[in-house]
T-cell receptor, first 119, second 114 residues
């Protein structure tokens, strides 16, 4: 079955620790995204990547880092510099605009999310 | 930057009745895409319906339909014959034509009463 997986489902972090959230997709999508979801605020874009070995900052990239070494994988590291990391994190993927293989909508498909709590 | 506004933080509907969720957006672009996503208690985001801006005909998916008013920059979602399983957060989203940057509204929490 094709889809997006995120792990772990729940993650607890101590103050000052870096933690890495995993995101894997087997949909053959080129683009991948990380969002943060806080109550009452919808989804805010942290980082996105259109292609392997390339990624761009979103609206709230401070305190986060990513890598894109493989097409299928886009891990997110929450660093100690992120002052308020407790949130729900969603990973998504899509085809790139104009590329064959996807609909023109290039809608994003989402993983099940990771709930990060700082102790 | 484009912004998406959902003015109804919470809505409720009686089972089998119809409810409409509002969404407005701000953009200077002429070509774009609009989406409604559903997030049930499991928190899995599920695509409900989508609309291309250049298509005048409103999109329909079974009990879900939209009222797309391009000039008014409005994209409301109508749910007919509401079911208990429709209870969820609903997010309106905007995507520019030439890039994958998607903007989400703050969401509307829909409660369905039996």
């Amino acid at each position: 079955d094709g889809g997006i997986t995120q792990s772990p489902k729940y993650l607890f972090r101590k103050e000052g620790q870096n933690v890495t959230l995993s995101c894997e997709q087997n949909l053959n999508h080129d683009a991948m995204y990380w969002y943060r979801q806080d109550p009452g605020q919808g989804l805010r874009l942290i980082y996105y990547s259109q292609i392997v070995n390339d990624f761009q900052k979103g609206d709230i990239a401070e305190g986060y880092s990513v890598s894109r070494e493989k097409k299928e994988s886009f891990p997110l590291t929450v660093t100690s510099a992120q002052k308020n990391p407790t949130a729900f994190y969603l990973c998504a993927s899509s085809f790139r605009p104009g590329l064959a293989g996807g609909s023109s909508y290039n809608e994003q498909f989402f993983g099940p999310g990771t709930r990060l709590t700082v102790l | 930057a484009q912004t998406v506004t959902q003015s109804q933080p919470e809505m409720s509907v009686q089972e089998a009745e119809t409810v409409t969720l509002s969404c407005t957006y701000d953009t200077s672009e002429s070509d774009y895409y609009l989406f409604w996503y559903k997030q049930p208690p499991s928190r899995q985001m599920i695509l409900v319906i989508r609309q291309e801006a250049y298509k005048q005909q409103n999109a329909t998916e079974n009990r879900f339909s939209v009222n797309f008013q391009k000039a008014a920059k409005s994209f409301s979602l109508k749910i007919s014959d509401s079911q208990l399983g429709d209870a969820a957060m609903y997010f309106c989203a905007y995507r520019s034509y030439n890039n994958n940057d998607m903007r989400f509204g703050a969401g509307t929490r829909l409660t369905v009463k039996p």
